[in-house]
């Protein structure tokens, strides 16, 4: 048998392989270079629009539009209720229009304190007609008492168009704002479900490159390590014989190409995993899915609509 011919087709199908295989990773690996760069872009393009989208919020007056909405609204309350017909803090709350940037929680107590109260000014009113009524009966026997018809107040809260207007250009401010907070939510979770599992930073290409990296000194290097074998075909394969091949002017040849092949495959092979998305953008960008980072008044207008959701289907 002839090794020479032997070492030489399995040396130059190695390097064959190698080629094709290497040329096909490396590609990918560039692809998958520039992929990484355009949605590192795009993340800091979502992130700064959400951003300012948190600012936008930020310059909202939901304090100053939460105090005087609703308390217009406490003071429609008053005009609802009826002698001997309460109705429920919830239908009360139902009927009337208070800001959705308050906690649901705290209107429906305020609403069961006025109700409260109210019945007691109720009874004490009452008693305090039934002492005047039995003291008129007492200084003027056989005359009724009429008690004299209350004056109703004009409602001066009505009057204030201005502050009605200024209400209004401020919910839709507030509004805008919301819808634009909704839109980079949808925005980031996208952009999250790209991001998320690194796909750049494929295992599988890591692999490759391992066994390519096999493959090259095994199937390429280490068999031209035994050429030109003698006519006699003997070689010796031991390890005694390492080290007089690599100081030989063929040794520092394989070296050099080895060191060369070797360094191209570890940058590639670095490139590949270091494609990956810090830690802290995925976390940004999953905060950013959720109302509450916009505001944490976004966050009451959530879950004032889920609670109720939850007590209109009660």
């Not at 309350?77 to 001997?84: A, I, Q, R, S, Y």
């Not at 649901?104 to 109210?118: Q, T, V």
Request: glycine share 4%; aromatic share 12%; with cysteine.
């Amino acid at each position: 048998m002839d090794w020479n011919w032997f070492f030489s087709s399995l040396s130059q199908s190695s390097a064959a392989i190698v080629g094709i295989f290497g040329a096909f990773i490396i590609t990918k690996i560039l692809s998958n270079q520039s992929t990484y760069s355009e949605k590192v872009h795009k993340c800091r393009d979502t992130l700064t629009k959400c951003r300012r989208a948190v600012d936008a919020a930020d310059g909202l007056y939901f304090r100053w539009y939460n105090k005087h909405t609703n308390n217009r609204q406490y003071e429609k309350l008053e005009e609802l209720f009826e002698d001997e017909d309460y109705l429920s803090p919830e239908q009360y709350f139902d009927q009337l229009n208070f800001s959705d940037f308050s906690p649901r929680e705290e209107i429906l107590e305020r609403i069961s304190l006025a109700i409260e109260r109210h019945k007691t000014m109720l009874d004490a009113e009452r008693e305090a007609l039934r002492q005047r009524a039995a003291s008129y009966q007492k200084l003027n026997p056989g005359f009724a008492y009429l008690e004299p018809a209350p004056q109703k107040l004009p409602n001066f809260s009505s009057l204030n168009m201005d502050l009605i207007e200024n209400l209004q250009k401020e919910r839709d401010a507030i509004d805008s704002v919301a819808r634009e907070a909704r839109h980079h939510m949808r925005l980031a979770s996208d952009m999250l479900d790209s991001i998320k599992g690194n796909p750049e930073s494929s295992p599988q290409i890591t692999y490759a490159l391992i066994l390519v990296t096999m493959l090259f000194f095994l199937g390429v290097v280490y068999p031209l390590s035994f050429m030109p074998v003698n006519p006699e075909g003997s070689f010796n394969i031991s390890l005694d014989n390492f080290f007089p091949v690599l100081f030989s002017l063929k040794g520092a040849f394989l070296s050099s190409l080895s060191a060369i092949f070797g360094a191209v495959l570890v940058m590639f092979f670095w490139l590949n995993i270091s494609l990956k998305h810090p830690q802290e953008t995925i976390e940004k960008l999953e905060s950013y899915t959720k109302i509450s980072s916009y505001s944490e008044y976004f966050s009451i207008m959530d879950r004032n609509e889920s609670l109720g959701a939850a007590s209109h289907d009660g």
